[in-house]
Each structure stands twice: as C-alpha cells, then as structure tokens.
C-alpha cells in the first residue's frame, strides 16, 4: 500500500521576476518501507519537493495537487494537525546542519525539547532519552556530546546529531536531503551505514546529488529535471540501464563512469524550454522534441520515463 501518493504536485514561487515553477506537475509514490532516492542537477526542485511534502514553505508559495499521506491530503490538513505530523510522523533531516542546528542551545538541549514537545516526557526523561539518541547515532561520547554546542562539533558529527534530532520521536517517514553533503569519503560511508540501520522498515525520501549514495540504500530512484519528474524506476535499472537521455547523461557525469558532464547549463524555471524541458541540451533530441512535452509512460513493471523516444 502506498504511504505516500503526490499527485499532480505544483510548487510555485511569486517572485519579482515571474512565476518559479519549481516542482511542476510531480507524481509519486512511496510504498510503506520503501526508500526512494531524488535525483538531479543543482536548482531542479529537489528540496522544494521535499519541503512541500512537510509544508515547510515560504509564505510566497503556491502550492496545488494532492500530497496524500495515509490516505489523507496533507494539504488539506490544518496547521496544528501539520505540527503533530512532523513531530510524530514525517520527520525532515534538513539539508544544512549549520543552519538548521540552534547554534545558542546545547545539542541535548535541542534533542531533548523535541522529545518534550512531540512525546510529552518530562525534562528528565527527555535528556535521558536525548543522550540514548546520541549514543545510537554512535557519537563518540554521547553524554559529553549532549552538553556540547553545535559549532563545537565537526560536520560528520553535526550530520549524526541531525539525524538523532529526525529520529528522536521515531517517525515513519523519513527525508533525509543531502545528508552527506561535504562529508570526507569515509565519513560519508558512515553516515549511509547509518542511515541505513536507523531507518530500517521505515520508508525514506533521500534527496542528493550523488546517485552512489541513491544506489546504495534507495530500492527506488527518481530523476527530476527542472520541476519534472523524467524517470523513476527501481535503482538497479537507473544504475545499470537508464532510459532516460539525461539519465544517462547524469550517469556518465559522475566521477566513476568517466566525469563526462552534460553539456549546457539547467534551464529557467520560470520560463523552462517548450517540450521536452530536456531538449536543447539533448543528444537525441528531434524536431519534435521543441514542441511535444512528453507523458510519462512505462517501460516495464515500476519503471517510468518521460521522453518522446517511448511514448
Ligand atoms: N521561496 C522561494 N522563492 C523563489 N524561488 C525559490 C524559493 N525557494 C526555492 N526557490 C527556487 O526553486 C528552485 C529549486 O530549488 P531547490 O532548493 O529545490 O533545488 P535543489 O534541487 O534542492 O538544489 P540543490 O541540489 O542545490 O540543493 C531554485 O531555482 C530556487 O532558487
Ligand atoms: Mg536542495
């Protein structure tokens, strides 16, 4: 059963400029445990796909479709009900721990007001708890570590306090944005693994740029470009044959199959190209891709690609 169905997602900005398209007629579905990885270049939507899901948006936002959690329209839901949604249920693993952590209140502290909040501990039990946390995100010593101040950690330690913080009122569903960003090669290996044990038979959102870390703990990944979903299939077919020309392209960009970047630059939002989004950086592209905007369509069981090729 489906934990969470987006249908026909649209993510707009009002800006000075014009209209930000930034998630633009997405559909989607994350079955219960299952992990899903977003994929794509810099600016094409990614947080604000998982921002919208949480509600967590700039008043200048429009937000359309459906986003149905459980069966329920998390856009229709009333602000308190939101609040108790994402301490209890969805919790977000912010993309930027510097920013995201209180610099002025000790790590504990921030866990453990969480806890009090969403799981109505007193003081006590919450810096209990708060601590046993930091322990399972195997902080080198957690109970020190709770009277510590974010800037006094280091970045891969910063990323397991947040993931303590996402963790700490035992959700369901996980988003988790770029949790290895800027993390040496083996602290990235660490958090993954610990992502991965956290977050066992819970399903999971994980947006990055790095499709090594989408294969390694996503049985699903998805490909936006420019507000779209282009292709979304189960990792190893996004892994070892991609349909998708900019797939494919976004493959061979990555340092261990060759660092073979696209050519061009991601595309406006505000005016994306006409038809296929992808067009006028594609290989393949025809006369007819200036013009048509291809429907999504599916090429075997789970896997789905938006491009004239197949439809
Ligand atoms: N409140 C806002 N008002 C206007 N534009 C916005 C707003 N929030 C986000 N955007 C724009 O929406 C687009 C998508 O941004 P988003 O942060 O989702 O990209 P991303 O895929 O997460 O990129 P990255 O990989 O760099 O994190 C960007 O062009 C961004 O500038
Ligand atoms: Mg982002």
């Keep these: 059963m489906a934990l969470l169905d987006i249908i026909n997602l649209r993510t707009h900005f009002l800006t000075q400029d014009g209209l930000v398209k930034a998630v633009d007629t997405v559909d989607l ?24 899901i949480v509600r967590l948006l700039q008043p200048n936002t429009s937000i359309k479709g459906r986003i149905e959690y459980k069966g329920r329209d998390i856009l229709k839901m009333k602000e308190a009900e939101m609040r108790r949604l994402r301490g209890r249920e ?16 000790k790590i504990g502290d921030q866990i453990a007001e969480a806890m009090q909040l969403h799981q109505g501990l007193d003081r006590r039990e919450a810096s209990r708890k708060a601590i046993e946390m930091l322990r399972s995100v195997h902080l080198p010593d957690a109970a020190a570590n709770a009277c510590q101040y974010p800037h006094e950690l280091s970045g891969g330690m910063r990323e397991r306090v947040m993931i303590a913080l996402g963790l700490a009122c035992n959700p369901e569903f996980i988003i988790a944005d770029e949790p290895t960003k800027g993390l040496d090669i083996k602290t990235k290996i660490q958090i ?16 990055t740029h790095d499709l090594g870390v989408a294969g390694s703990i996503c049985n699903k ?27 494919q392209g976004f493959i061979n960009s990555l340092p261990s199959r060759g660092l073979l970047p696209i050519p061009g630059t991601s595309p406006s939002l505000i005016c994306p190209p006409s038809g ?21 369509v599916q090429m075997e069981k789970g896997h789905f690609v938006r491009c004239l090729q197949f439809n």
């Design 29 to 52: 579905t994350i079955a219960e445990g299952e992990r899903l990885g977003l994929i794509g270049e810099t600016g094409c939507g990614k947080t604000v796909l998982g921002m919208s």
């Design 90 to 105: 969805i919790a977000m693993i912010l993309q930027n721990p510097t920013t995201s952590l209180n610099p002025v209140l």
């Design 192 to 207: 993954i693994e610990l992502l991965r044990e956290a977050t066992h038979h819970k399903a999971m959102l994980m947006i």
């Design 221 to 247: 990944i998805a490909v936006m470009y420019a507000g779209e979903l282009l292709e979304v299939a189960p990792s190893p077919n996004i892994l070892n044959g991609p349909s998708h020309p900019y797939t």
């Design 276 to 296: 296929c989004r992808f067009h006028p950086r594609c290989r393949m592209a025809t006369k007819t891709c200036e013009t048509k905007h291809p429907e999504m």
